[in-house]
């Protein structure tokens, strides 16, 4: 057997020229408000991606580069003029800080109407509480909306999680068993991984270990999400490993092509999202 390959980025593809027919139908452009401290590369890199891909679809991104030595003070005062600024829908904190700045403090100081990430407590808590209305994190979403579009109804089905962080694992977790999936989730002490993996109708690997899991750990017809991005010898791989798991699964992403275009994606939803609460005349 030869799995079906999920392509993210076709998806992504989609998905991007539907927000873009909304967007063009809206009285002013979303936008998306991103804090970016310091000149860690690839966070400059993702937030130039984030800008692109916003404004291609007629939304406004404003990247607000600010300075490595930039105080907790001037940090705060700036997310807080970003709350009182009616034409800014969606805020974002790009991590990871320097040291010196208190990330969790800068993500509660984020409007939760415009927590457009989804990482502040209150958001999180909604989504524990399977409330609809919780401003869900864009990566599991996106592994979401994959999995429905290639699976139809995941009622009942297992799945595995691989990873328990708080951007990915957790939220994930209470994402599937809110669609009413029974969730396992993995960590780094997890006893008999391999076997527990191997038991799942879903499984999502978000763990940041190349090619870790392999063929024999998955159950043959099952469906696999790698959300992880890793490099050997500078090429980009994910933690499933791919050559061995395609002839098991029925299902597979790629990395990269796979979950990675559709989180962005996926952000950009929430901001959508975001505006139309926040211009309450404009919900259906
Ligand atoms: P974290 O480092 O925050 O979390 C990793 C999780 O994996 C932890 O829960 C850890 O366990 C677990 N883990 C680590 N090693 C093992 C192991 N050998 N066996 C089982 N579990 C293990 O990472 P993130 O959640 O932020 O990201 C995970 C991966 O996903 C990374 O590669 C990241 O680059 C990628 N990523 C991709 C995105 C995308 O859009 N495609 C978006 C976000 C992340 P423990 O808790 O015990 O330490």
Redesign the pocket.
Known sequence: MTANIIDGKLMAQELREQLAQKVAHLPTAPHLAVILVGNDEASIIYDRNKKKAAEAIGMKCTIHHLDENTTQEELLRLIQQLNADSSVNGIIVQMPLPRHLNSELMIESINHAKDVDGFGIYNIGLLHSNDSSAMVA??PQ?VLYMLQQSLGDITGKHAVI????????RPLASLLLNHHCTVTI?????VN?SKIAASADILV?????AK?VKGEWVKPGATVID????RIDGKLC??VDFDEAKEVAAYITP?PG???P???TMLLNNTLRAYIEQNSSLKK
């Open positions: 864009a990566t996106a691989i990873g328990r962080s708080n951007i990915v694992g993995a960590h780094s002490k997890t991984l690997s978000a763990c940041g270990v870790m959300v992880g991005i890793n994910g933690d990395v796979g979950v990675g559709m989180t962005v």
